[in-house]
């Protein structure tokens, strides 16, 4: 199976994130002074895109060391906190800008293993993007037949948006966030077409620190 790539482009005909290698050509080819690299780690696609070209190498550098170091803080630090359901799902999202790059995970609490992680999109927000996470873990979860395992948010508004059926977003639609669109249509539809048995439950950030699905970008 071939190791999944992205593709930065900086400069070219529309500059953005590109997980195929022929959409990436298409920006780039015959473009004057076009700016691409391919990156084997999402995350370091994304934070890359938003910075210089030449800071790739030390963006990859600096994101293995912190996620390094984020793990062993998060493994020692959770076991501290008996309030805290070790078997439950946390989920997050996270956007560059406002509209600007979408993605959203949900991990296992217990382990740090990340169940789901989807994005980035282009055009997105960042209550968007924590709502979907929210919809796509009682949908992974009903898949699964499991109607007991909690999910942790740390976002009112999401949580708010599950309980109301539906997202309230005034996203504006662009040519470029079509996919969000179609995956918020979906989730709308999923919660209004389904019972809610897991329990979502709120990450009490200021007690226990930053959700264990966060991105780590604040």
Same mark, same amino acid.
């Given at each position: 199976?071939?190791?999944?790539?992205?593709?930065?482009?900086?400069?070219?005909?529309?500059?953005?994130?590109?997980?195929?290698?022929?959409?990436?050509?298409?920006?780039?080819?015959?473009?004057?002074?076009?700016?691409?690299?391919?990156?084997?780690?999402?995350?370091?696609?994304?934070?890359?895109?938003?910075?210089?070209?030449?800071?790739?190498?030390?963006?990859?550098?600096?994101?293995?060391?912190?996620?390094?170091?984020?793990?062993?803080?998060?493994?020692?630090?959770?076991?501290?906190?008996?309030?805290?359901?070790?078997?439950?799902?946390?989920?997050?999202?996270?956007?560059?800008?406002?509209?600007?790059?979408?993605?959203?995970?949900?991990?296992?609490?217990?382990?740090?293993?990340?169940?789901?992680?989807?994005?980035?999109?282009?055009?997105?927000?960042?209550?968007?993007?924590?709502?979907?996470?929210?919809?796509?873990?009682?949908?992974?979860?009903?898949?699964?037949?499991? $109607?007991?395992? =909690? @999910?942790?948010?740390?976002? *009112?508004? +999401?949580?708010? &948006? #599950?309980?109301?059926?539906?997202?309230?977003?005034?996203?504006?639609?662009?040519? $470029?966030?079509? =996919? @969000?669109?179609?995956?918020? *249509?979906? +989730?709308?539809? &999923? #919660?209004?077409?389904?019972?809610?048995?897991?329990?979502?439950?709120?990450?009490?950030?200021?007690?226990?620190?930053?959700?264990?699905?966060?991105?780590?970008?604040?």
């Amino acid at each position: 199976m071939a190791k999944r790539k992205f593709y930065v482009v900086w400069a070219g005909r529309e500059p953005g994130i590109y997980e195929d290698w022929d959409d990436c050509l298409a920006q780039v080819d015959g473009f004057p002074g076009a700016k691409y690299k391919a990156f084997s780690d999402q995350t370091a696609a994304t934070i890359a895109f938003r910075g210089d070209p030449q800071d790739a190498a030390a963006i990859i550098e600096e994101i293995a060391r912190h996620n390094a170091d984020v793990a062993r803080e998060r493994s020692v630090s959770l076991v501290d906190i008996p309030e805290i359901n070790k078997d439950a799902i946390a989920v997050d999202g996270a956007c560059a800008g406002n509209p600007g790059l979408m993605e959203y995970r949900g991990v296992k609490i217990a382990t740090g293993e990340c169940l789901f992680h989807v994005g980035p999109f282009q055009d997105g927000t960042n209550n968007v993007a924590e709502y979907l996470a929210l919809v796509h873990a009682l949908a992974y979860l009903y898949q699964k037949g499991d $109607r007991v395992t =909690p @999910i942790y948010s740390d976002s *009112r508004t +999401a949580r708010s &948006w #599950i309980r109301n059926k539906g997202q309230r977003s005034k996203l504006e639609h662009t040519s $470029r966030n079509a =996919p @969000i669109f179609d995956l918020i *249509r979906r +989730a709308d539809t &999923w #919660i209004q077409t389904h019972t809610i048995e897991n329990p979502i439950l709120r990450w009490d950030t200021d007690r226990w620190g930053e959700i264990p699905a966060d991105f780590g970008r604040k």
